[in-house]
Nanobody
Framework: AQLVESGGGLVQPGGSLRLSCAASGLTFNLYAMAWFRQTPGNQRELVAA???????NYADSVKDRFTVSRDNAKNTVYLQMNTLKPEDTAVYYC???????????????????WGQGTQVTVAS
């Protein structure tokens, strides 16, 4: 299986970005999907996750600013990021876990597959 992120870059505070994660080599609609982020010296932290059925979960720091969605026809999960702040600067990773339920987890170790990451920098 392979996960490939895209859409990162440099944006000014208050701006928006949309990240995409294209999955291949797996039956996408059987996988819970998540976005994590990591800054130097820190562990990966959950940003947002989405179940098979579309239920979502967000970190408190991004609620009401970020939206996770999935398009099963395109094998792609998205992260729409609005009102970006400098503290959102990080490498963003896509993750996947096969599940038969509506389960989600905030633990990075729960996920089976990871993308290579895409850098998001919020600065003026």
């Amino acid at each position: 299986a392979q996960l490939v992120e895209s859409g990162g870059g440099l944006v000014q505070p208050g701006g928006s970005l949309r990240l995409s994660c294209a999955a291949s080599g797996l039956t996408f609609n059987l996988y819970a999907m998540a976005w994590f982020r990591q800054t130097p010296g820190n562990q990966r932290e959950l940003v947002a996750a989405i179940t098979l059925g579309g239920r979502t979960n967000y970190a408190d720091s991004v609620k009401d600013r970020f939206t996770v969605s999935r398009d099963n026809a395109k094998n792609t999960v998205y992260l729409q990021m609005n009102t970006l702040k400098p503290e959102d600067t990080a490498v963003y990773y896509c993750a996947a876990r096969r599940t038969l339920s509506e389960a989600l987890s905030a633990r990075a170790s729960w996920y089976e597959y990871w993308g290579q990451g895409t850098q998001v920098t919020v600065a003026s």
